[in-house]
């Protein structure tokens, strides 16, 4: 039972590339979401995506961008490196969304960006 | 600026006695909080959650405690063991959006 799984583990970045964390879910959950964890900061959601076909932007967006063409992947994409963007990304998934139905985790892509 | 606050970086506690976790939060439109529970080099994991019609929930060792009036909740942990050494993040949404907002985390420490 893989949940949440996410790829790589660990990446190294030079500033100006671009590269695109996987993220795939066997659960058959609607609701995806992508967030980064910064040293002592907490969680911040970046984008998420309700269902197929369908993104929407969270509290940190910039410099980011998704795609949600099947239910079980929900890809995000880094057009051009930044060293702001350094930070553990989490991608997680839910059946209803926020209320009344708990965030499944991925272990988590370690990004730093050089 | 942070809708949903844990103000307290770290705790300790001794094993066997009582953890309390704090969390406020500024939005009043919150309706449903959550409590997840983080290890090293794993994701979140949830422990428990309550609904704003609701003052408490409880699951065995844990229970959940909401005061609306002033905004605020609290995870209390009885008895403390070794295993809930881990960083705590509290966690709110509305009904209407599919948003859910994490505070900064509470690292908890249990003491032999």
Sequence with gaps: NAGVTQTPKFRILKIGQSMTLQCAQDMNHNYMYWYRQDPGMGLKLIYYSVGAGITDKGEVPNGYNVSRSTTEDFPLRLELAAPSQTSVYFCASSTQGGNNSPLHFGNGTRLTVT | ?112
Excluded at chain 2, 17 to 39: G, H, V
Excluded at chain 2, 75 to 89: E, K
């Design chain 2, 1 to 112: 600026d942070q809708q949903v606050k844990q103000n307290s970086p770290s705790l300790s506690v001794q094993e066997g006695r009582i953890s309390i976790l704090n969390c406020d939060y500024t939005n009043s439109m919150f309706d449903y909080f959550l409590w997840y529970k983080k290890y090293p080099a794993e994701g979140p994991t949830f422990l428990i959650s309550i609904s704003s019609i609701k003052d408490k929930n409880e699951d065995g060792r844990f229970t959940v405690f909401l005061n609306k009036s002033a905004k605020h909740l609290s995870l209390h942990i009885v008895p403390s063991q070794p295993g809930d050494s881990a960083v705590y993040f509290c966690a709110a949404s509305v009904l209407t959006d599919d948003k859910i907002i994490f505070g900064k985390g509470t690292r908890l420490h249990i003491l032999p």
